[in-house]
């Protein structure tokens, strides 16, 4: 590459670097904000902003709201976080002769969960098969990740959409009211809301007069209502931490009391100390290391004329031994050649060297050990 083609890569690297930036930066300020799922403001494919455009193109009068007002003729229920006042007002107002759709499967108002209404990985459509009024112009819903519920026909309850030993939608009368169980809001989404005949469904149960009042009960915000951590434990995660408890406290009461007579253990062997020089002196012998026996002797009795002396354990031979000729008057160079000669040729030698080292040593702890000087007072 050219000298002044490189430079001027050079040049234009960060202009390049500058321009891809804010193109992204205008992309990311154009893309639509998706609010959280189910959200009636929400323009994703998990909100619900088409449902409420639906609803208000179709006359009925959509209320964002915590509860139900005894004006509304519908009230819809997407996710259930109602507190226990909350909940029973809601109850009574269904009670009164209002119609209330509830789209989450774990809410207190929807029956008992009987299966996946998909069969497999594919999501399927599916028929009405009841006999329901007004249903009568809804064919097939299209509901992704939906549930079917069990006790349909018990208690004048109205099951449609059967899959299964279930069906998607449940309806039933409580009191004045009536209470539609939809197998989850996944129908009502944004995306699929244009799918099948989910439009229809929900002109039929969310604005089946014109005019009329919706009450959209808006999802509480995380963190509200009465259940506790331990509420949200699954009741099989309960017994398993149960049944831990219970193996741990066995373990802990079988490993803590031992039934029977005390065992005695036995005790280690106590080997006397001369024992242990002996077995030493004999290996040192047997292997006729004569050197290192006189390495031995020379260090213990270097070591304890130091002490004597009143100088550390480690001092030089040489200081020792200058040590012990001012206070005892032995020969220096006696002295020395004890604690730093040459190696034993033979055993007598060793023994030898042995009784020379013995009688320094009894000379210099024999003698008095001197006494520091008292300071002067001034």
């Not at 249903?135 to 079917?148: D, Q, S, Y």
Request: glycine residues 12%; proline residues 8%; contains cysteine.
């Amino acid at each position: 590459m050219r000298p002044d083609l490189r430079r001027g890569l050079r040049r234009a690297g960060p202009l390049a670097a500058l321009v891809a930036a804010a193109v992204v930066a205008v992309w990311l300020a154009g893309r639509p904000v998706d609010g959280p799922p189910l959200d009636p403001a929400s323009p994703g494919p998990h909100g619900t902003k088409a449902l409420v455009d639906v609803l208000t193109a179709l006359g009925a009068d959509v209320r964002l709201t915590d509860d139900a007002q005894p004006g509304d003729a519908v009230a819809l229920l997407l996710v259930d976080r109602l507190t226990g006042d909350a909940a029973e007002d809601l109850r009574e107002w269904v009670v009164d002769g209002g119609t209330l759709v509830v789209a989450d499967p774990r809410s207190r108002f929807a029956p008992q969960v009987a299966g996946p209404a998909s069969i497999g990985p594919m999501e399927t459509t599916l028929p009405r098969d009841c006999d329901l009024a007004a249903l009568a112009g809804v064919e097939r819903v299209a509901a992704p990740a939906g549930v079917v519920y069990a006790g349909a026909g018990e208690g004048g309850a109205v099951g449609c959409f059967p899959r299964s030993d279930g069906h998607w939608l449940v309806a039933r009368t409580e009191g004045a009211g009536t209470v539609v169980a939809l197998g989850g809001p996944g129908a009502l989404t944004n995306a699929v809301l244009g799918t099948a005949h989910n439009g229809p469904l929900v002109a039929a149960l969310l604005a089946p007069a014109s005019g009329g009042s919706l009450a959209f009960l808006r999802p509480g915000a995380p963190g509200e209502g009465e259940a506790t951590l331990g509420d949200l434990v699954a009741e099989p995660v309960r017994l398993a931490l149960a049944q831990l408890a219970v193996a741990f406290a066995v373990v802990v009461l079988w490993r803590a009391r031992r039934l029977g007579a005390p065992v005695r253990e036995p005790r280690p062997v106590q080997v006397a100390g001369s024992e242990l020089v002996t077995a030493v002196g004999n290996l040192l012998q047997q292997s006729a290391a004569r050197g290192q026996a006189a390495g031995l002797l020379r260090a213990s009795v270097r070591r304890e004329l130091a002490e004597r002396l009143g100088l550390p354990g480690d001092s030089p031979v040489d200081a020792v031994v200058a040590a012990a000729s001012r206070r005892t008057g032995r020969d220096h160079d006696g002295l020395l050649d004890a604690l730093t000669g040459r190696e034993p040729p033979d055993e007598a030698a060793l023994v030898a060297l042995a009784a020379d080292l013995e009688r320094h040593r009894r000379a210099v702890l024999g003698s008095p050990v001197p006494t520091k000087e008292p300071a002067r007072v001034r």
